[in-house]
């Protein structure tokens, strides 16, 4: 495979790439040292949100971006804050046409089942989604589609 752009991948490809591999390594070194730190020191509250389940009293939509750090940015610890993220923070509309609705589910899971009191969507500055739609809906560059 030489080209990972999704139209080009074929059955095989794809196969390919969804085969499991070990963590890289560096992942693997934070996850031991979060294990034997953060999750050690807080061993009971990570207990106590597996068997009682989670109680967030937000719902945030944050986008992708790498450099967007919801939970850090409000000082946020586990299990405070749930957290659905895509490209630009986009809500589309609601629509119950049994066509796949990631954002409409994880706000409708927030809203009916963890009762959330707040629903914060979360832009930030030098957002590539916000300027793709921007380019697209002003005829700068090509369509997608
Ligand atoms: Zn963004």
């Known amino acids: 495979m030489t080209d990972a752009s999704p139209s080009r991948l074929t059955g095989s490809d794809h196969a390919t790439a969804l085969r499991a591999r070990p963590l890289p390594r560096f992942l693997a070194d934070r996850y031991r040292g979060w294990r034997a730190t953060t999750y050690a020191d807080n ?5 106590r949100l597996a068997e009682e389940g989670q109680r967030p009293r937000i719902m945030a939509i944050a ?8 939970n850090q940015v409000f000082s946020a610890e586990t299990g405070d804050i749930f957290l659905h993220r895509n490209i630009a923070s986009l809500v ?40 793709g739609c921007h380019d697209m809906c002003s005829g700068a560059s090509a369509s997608l589609g």
């Open 92 to 131: 589309p509309p609601y629509a119950p046409d049994g066509d796949p609705h990631g954002t409409s589910a994880a706000v409708e899971y927030a809203v009916r089942m963890l009762r959330v009191a707040h629903l914060l969507v979360v832009g930030h500055s030098d957002c590539g989604g916000v300027q």
């Open 63 to 70: 986008c992708c971006d790498s450099r967007v750090n919801v």
């Open 43 to 47: 061993k009971g509250w990570h207990r």
